[in-house]
């Protein structure tokens, strides 16, 4: 006897790339309508800053200028000292990045590279530091700068970067640790120490790193309030997030120009993270080789 063939059954599904097509479509439309609950509030901001006080009220949760005052933006910058707390946020912004950077790489190159006995130990009991909450050495922190005589000054809020930060380490020592290390060998056979071999060959190729951390960094220090709550009483050392608490008390309701200033104050964190989110990815995810 012999066996039948049996009749190619040809499937009727849809192509593989038409089905890829409509899951991407979905995607994109789910993520449109989710980014529209987290940027309705800054929409609104920019409009809510280009009306007038009696606009705002007539225009309630619309997010459609239909009015262009740009004079907000310069009553914004004068009504209150601007340019005196912009410069307090500038130097408590880029000092404590480069301190943060330089420590946390240091130690980061230190941990990734130096073998000596319990550095384990030392790691694991800096990312345990991780756990504690800022409440914690909040009081003790403050203590110690009372004491210092400190307090009412910017030291407070630029002194602390330069003792490293537990995250921006094991960053920089998981960056450092995946690079070859033929590196630092060919450096000791050069005749660099440890800390030329670190400023000279490691930290120039950390540059991903150091340029993603610069801009966690300047986030978090730019758009720092509670510190400067904390340790600052003078208005002339206020930065820009203090002031803008108390800038209502100051001005009133006037909602234009409270959000002419906040329009203002947001717009370099914006423009960094727009400009420079590709970096933030690469610096994180770089392996360290080639």
């Given at each position: 006897m012999t066996a039948v063939a049996e009749p190619l059954?040809?499937?009727?599904?849809?192509?593989?790339?038409?089905?890829?097509?409509?899951?991407?479509?979905?995607?994109y439309v789910v993520l449109a309508l989710g980014s529209l609950v987290f940027v309705y509030p800054f929409l609104w901001m920019i409009a809510t800053s280009l009306r007038?006080?009696?606009g705002v009220g007539s225009s309630g949760a619309s997010v459609v200028p239909h009015e262009l005052l740009w004079d907000n933006y310069r009553r914004a910058v004068t009504s209150f000292p601007f340019w005196r707390y912009a410069l307090n946020s500038v130097l408590t912004t880029l000092i404590p990045i480069v301190g943060t950077v330089f420590s946390c790489s240091l130690a980061g190159f230190a941990f990734a590279r130096l073998r000596v006995r319990f550095a384990g130990v030392l790691f694991a009991v800096v990312l345990a530091t991780m756990l504690l909450p800022g409440e914690v050495t909040m009081v003790p922190q403050f203590m110690l700068f009372?004491?210092?005589?400190?307090?009412?000054?910017?030291?407070?809020l630029i002194l602390p970067a330069f003792f490293g930060?537990?995250?921006?380490?094991?960053?920089?020592?998981?960056?450092?640790?995946?690079?070859?290390?033929e590196l630092?060998?060919?450096?000791?056979?050069?005749g660099c120490g440890w800390f030329k071999t670190f400023w000279l060959v490691y930290l120039p190729l950390a540059r991903p790193a150091v340029v993603a951390v610069s801009i966690l960094l300047f986030m978090g220090y730019w758009n720092n309030f509670l510190g400067p709550a904390i340790y600052i009483n003078s208005d002339k050392w206020k930065t820009l997030p203090l002031?803008?608490?108390?800038?209502?008390?100051?001005?009133?309701?006037?909602?234009p120009l409270l959000m002419a200033t906040s329009v203002l104050i947001t717009l370099p964190c914006l423009l960094i993270f727009f400009v420079a989110q590709k970096q933030i990815t690469?610096?994180?995810?770089?392996s360290g080789g080639k």
């Open positions: 059954v040809v499937r009727a599904d849809r192509p593989v790339w038409r089905r890829n097509l409509t899951l991407t479509v979905v995607l007038s006080l009696a009372n004491n210092l005589g400190m307090v009412d000054t910017l030291y407070p930060s537990p995250f921006y380490i094991f960053l920089f020592r998981q960056f450092f640790a995946r690079m070859p290390s630092a060998d060919a450096a000791v056979v050069d002031a803008l608490a108390g800038f209502q008390s100051v001005n009133g309701t006037d909602t690469n610096g994180i995810t770089f």
